[in-house]
């Protein structure tokens, strides 16, 4: 949740101040998130399928490469987590909207935003039952509709508190009452009451209200904490899709190879997936998030004036 949040808040962060409503800029923000979306989703896609040893359905298949699983099989992925991404797809659908109702009509940004709050309590309350577990109603909890409202919040964090200056102390209190809420509200039950009723809307707040924390946030780590930190952000997305996989591998070779405790193939997938992603942001996402940039500088030189 608090990754969809963060999605919604970085975009807005990023392209409030150089995307206007206009076909040119839209355009170049698809692109972007092309290069930066799908190489890797294809590498892992491909992967995966080796992995599991299984010719694919070819329309699975197709709908997985392409993205367009995220609309109309959103959950029908080959590997685990990737069912976020189809969202995250999504959600760039909605975000040029959001920029044109930002900058031409608040109006229809307030009732946009509560049509999309009004499908977020229809699922938390009405769509998903409390009386079943959360494994049998997954296609309706990974639906892109039942997790946009987050993507939403993420963009109305950034647009309201953009120009609201906090001092550390009031931030630090923000991010308390988030962590707090996270961490001592006292829910019971399976994971399906995780997401379901008021424990939904108390955890999405504190999402909220932790995310805002750190967009406010002015206090800066030394440059020793500061620097892994920032590479570890850079090379989240390969960590999030690349660890299932590292993980698969490394407890298949240690049944035919070696017998090791499952604390030591934790370890090891951990190490090897932080290792392997640097080099997979380094020199696999870098090279195609460059040809991203690249293609619009190509454009505007193309259609210069001699």
């Known amino acids: 949740s608090i990754f969809y949040v963060l999605i919604g808040l970085t975009l807005y962060y990023v392209y409030n101040n150089k995307m206007k409503p206009s ?3 839209v355009l170049d923000f698809i692109r972007k998130r092309v290069f930066r979306i799908f190489p890797l989703l294809w590498l892992v896609t491909i992967l995966s399928i ?6 694919p359905d070819l329309l699975k298949l197709t709908l997985n490469l392409t993205g367009l699983f995220g609309l109309f099989q959103w959950d029908k992925y080959f ?7 189809g969202n995250e797809l999504v959600f760039y659908i909605f975000f040029p909207f959001l920029i044109f109702f930002t900058k031409k009509s608040k109006i229809a940004l307030t009732l946009f935003s509560i049509i999309i709050f009004s499908i977020f309590l229809y699922f938390t309350f009405n769509l998903l039952d409390e009386n ?7 296609r309706n909890y990974v639906n892109p509709l039942n997790q946009v409202f987050l993507f939403l919040g993420g963009f109305l964090i950034g647009l309201i508190f953009q120009n609201i200056n906090l001092k550390n102390s009031a931030v630090a209190l923000i991010f308390l009452l988030g962590a707090g809420l996270l961490i001592f509200y006292p829910a019971q039950g399976n994971t ?18 932790i995310c805002l924390s750190f967009y406010k946030l002015t206090f800066k780590f030394p440059i020793i904490v500061h620097k892994p930190l920032t ?6 997305y390969s960590v999030y899709l690349l660890h299932p996989l590292v993980y698969s591998i490394i407890s298949s070779f240690s049944k035919y190879i070696f ?4 604390l030591v193939i934790l370890i090891l997938s951990i190490i090897s997936t932080l290792i392997i992603s640097y080099f997979i942001y380094e020199y696999f996402e870098k090279y195609f998030m460059k040809m991203g940039r690249q293609k619009k500088i190509n454009i505007a030189y193309s259609t210069k004036p001699d």
């Open 259 to 262: 017998h090791i405790s499952g």
């Open 192 to 209: 399906i009451h995780l997401v379901t009723g008021i424990n939904r809307i108390i955890f999405t707040l504190s999402c909220f209200l």
């Open 50 to 55: 080796i992995i599991s040893k299984h010719f």
């Open 231 to 236: 590479l570890l952000g850079e090379a989240s």
């Open 79 to 85: 590997s685990a987590g990737v069912w976020s991404i």
């Open 132 to 138: 079943r577990d959360l494994s049998e109603q997954w």
């Open 23 to 25: 076909k040119p800029d």
